[in-house]
Nanobody, 123 residues
Framework: QVQLVESGGGSVQAGGSLRLSCAAS????????MGWFRQAPGKEREAVAT????????FYADSVKGRFSISQNNAKNMVYLQMDSLKPEDTAAYYC????????????????WGQGTQVTVSS
């Protein structure tokens, strides 16, 4: 089992910044890639950013490129999402995910999901 716990969500005005954190525990040796997804009310869940655990290679959705940055601290089993220049359309519940097989933003084999953290951006 792998457990993921997100933190760092909140409310911010447009143009502001937030940093999300995801703590992984359990059978972390199974994890090949980690990612952040988001889901706004009435919309499907979408991939925001992913990072390969061994190489640190990152991928971003076009909607967040240049504004968001995913990073990891393998020693602490942590993954982060730095979100800058936030826009109202970034408002959503953000979820951390761990996978065993990934290609870019696509997870072929999910291991675990976090419980989600809400990000609200006001104009």
């Amino acid at each position: 089992q792998v457990q993921l716990v997100e933190s760092g969500g909140g409310s911010v005005q447009a143009g502001g910044s937030l940093r999300l954190s995801c703590a992984a525990s359990g059978y972390i040796y199974r994890i090949t890639c980690m990612g952040w997804f988001r889901q706004a009310p009435g919309k499907e869940r979408e991939a925001v950013a992913t990072i390969y655990s061994n190489s640190g290679t990152t991928f971003y959705a076009d909607s967040v490129k240049g504004r968001f940055s995913i990073s990891q601290n393998n020693a602490k089993n942590m993954v982060y999402l730095q979100m800058d220049s936030l826009k109202p359309e970034d408002t959503a519940a953000y979820y951390c995910a761990a996978g065993e097989a990934c290609a870019g933003l696509i997870f072929y084999d999910y291991i675990s999901w976090g419980q989600g953290t809400q990000v609200t951006v006001s104009s």
